[in-house]
């Protein structure tokens, strides 16, 4: 059985992943944003010992209180079911420009 494809998940729910490209996060691109969100724990550890005292504070974890499960290597649903998740925890991380 193929590897699920993580575009064709995206686009199954009307996301375009054809723009978006990886990139290391460098303490130039830590001081650049306003909020650092990590998917889990681990990252999050990660960028906490990459961030200086201007930046540590920017860091929080997506879902506040759980990780986004990683679902490379798992079956299909995996990736329907993280991107479901980070939908619905969307709504905690983005302001309306009216309130």
């Known amino acids: 059985m193929p590897e699920p ?13 054809g723009g978006h ?11 650049w944003a306003d909020t650092i969100l990590a998917m889990d724990v681990t990252n999050l550890t990660a960028l906490h010992e990459l961030a200086d005292e201007h930046t540590v504070g920017r ?22 079911d993280c991107i479901e998740m980070i939908v619905a925890g969307s709504a905690r991380r983005l302001q309306r420009p009216d309130g």
């Not at 494809?5 to 992943?17: F, N, R, S, V």
């Open 59 to 80: 860091l929080a974890l997506y879902l506040g209180d759980r990780d986004v499960p990683d679902p490379f290597g798992q079956p299909g649903n995996a990736f329907h």
């Open 21 to 31: 490209s990886a990139r290391q996060v460098d303490r130039d691109l830590m001081r």
């Open 5 to 17: 494809d993580p575009a064709e998940a995206a686009a199954h729910h009307g996301y375009d992943l």
